[in-house]
């Protein structure tokens, strides 16, 4: 059946609208560690529905409810965690352009949750990902598709990309220091401009996660050098995995262009107004880190309440981004709280942030949320 000009326009629409709607949010708590105050006891207490949770917030005393798509409990582990987004992961596979943000304080969980440690149950979302995409793609390899993957990975630190595998880049004259540029391509795409592609075996399951293996060790070598001259530690920068999946169908000619941003995000902490005057570093990175993270809130906050304008340009994340924030884009945000008492007023910033950014499925009725109080998040 053949749809008229005015209803295929109104079919965009409802899918777009449909698009509009697919960012969600997913709060997890870690566990209480070693390091932790002892015979503390948390104000964060998740329902066993699994979809909220209460905050005892420590300044006025009294519980605030919330409800996210999915909430974890302490004790959920990383592979349970990664079997409620591997559908979601795996759409990249489809052409979806793909996003998973870890946002929270420093320490909260956000590294453990996308990269995790180690090459067995800790590991996190980025490995797991990675075995999925290429396991999917090997079987759609056997029948009529030819999918190649490679990786890219780069940080954003005050506002500037830096490419963590550019020693892996087969062609010479592009110096480390060399800073990237976002640019569009012809189908109104955004790319990094000179930013190192590294192959991945589909075909080859355990070439694969070698090569991995290899450039993740490279991208945590290029980080920790880059975190020593700038006296910064990696929690003051964003990181983001991408994944770049392009198929082929010989039969049918057809062709299928994903990708998946695996975004952990810097620190949202706030900053310490008494100690701010004492370096200027500092001041600058804190400066930049609330300036991205809170476009990244204008952003979904102009998604979810159906803004005519769009505000990705404010920051480089957002407008790297934007494919995924938009048209065929799927976002993800993991919320990641800390257990402790001491990081409650942190864990109900994190919390309202997120809330702000599920307005959608809370319903229209709810107002703007201002995050953050007065303070520029
Ligand atoms: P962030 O990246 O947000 O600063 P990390 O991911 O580095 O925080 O986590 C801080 C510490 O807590 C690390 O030692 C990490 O291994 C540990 N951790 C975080 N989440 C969990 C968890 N769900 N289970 C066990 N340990 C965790
Ligand atoms: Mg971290």
């Keep these: 059946e053949l749809l008229n000009g005015e209803q295929l326009r109104r079919h965009m629409h409802n899918t777009i609208q449909e698009l509009r709607g697919n960012i969600r949010v997913y709060v997890r708590t870690r566990p209480f560690l070693p390091g932790d105050k002892q015979n503390d006891e948390s ?187 700038m006296n910064s530690q990696s929690s003051r920068s964003h990181s983001v995995f991408m994944l770049h999946l392009n198929g082929f169908n010989e039969e049918s000619g057809a062709i299928v262009n994903g990708a998946l941003n695996l975004c952990d995000l810097a620190g949202s902490e706030r900053l310490d107004r008494s100690g701010a005057g004492a370096d200027a570093v500092r001041l600058r990175e804190t400066q930049s880190i609330n300036k991205s993270l809170s476009c990244l809130g204008d952003v979904f906050n102009a998604l979810a309440t159906g803004a005519s304008h769009v505000p990705y340009r404010n920051s480089k994340l957002t407008y790297l981004l934007q494919d995924c924030l938009s048209g065929d884009g799927k976002a993800l945000m993991f919320v990641n709280l800390s257990p402790t008492t001491a990081s409650c007023g942190e864990s109900v910033c994190s919390l309202r942030f997120a809330q702000r950014v599920n307005q959608v499925e809370l319903g229209k009725a709810t107002k703007h949320i201002e995050y953050g109080g007065k303070g520029k998040r």
């Design 43 to 229: 104000p964060v207490d998740v329902s066993p529905d699994g979809e909220s949770l209460t905050i005892l917030d420590r300044r006025s005393g009294s519980p605030i409810d919330f409800k996210f798509d999915k909430v974890f409990p302490p004790s959920a582990g990383q592979e349970l965690v990664f079997e409620e987004v591997s559908d979601f992961v795996q759409s990249a596979l489809d052409g979806y352009h793909v996003c998973l943000f870890s946002y929270g304080q420093t320490g909260s969980g956000k590294t453990h949750t996308m990269q995790g440690c180690g090459n067995g149950p800790m590991r996190g979302i980025i490995p797991r990902a990675v075995e999925k995409i290429l396991d999917q793609a090997r079987s759609l390899n056997q029948h009529k598709w030819n999918f190649t993957v490679s990786a890219s990975f780069l940080e954003i630190y005050n506002e500037d990309l830096k490419d963590l595998l550019i020693s892996m880049k087969s062609s010479k004259g592009s110096s480390s220091s060399e800073k990237l540029s976002i640019k569009r391509n012809r189908e109104g795409r955004s790319y990094v401009d000179g930013l190192a592609q590294i192959p991945i075996d589909v075909n080859d399951p355990l070439a694969g996660m070698q090569q991995l293996d290899a450039l993740m060790g490279v991208a945590a070598r290029s980080r920790s050098v880059a975190s020593t001259k």
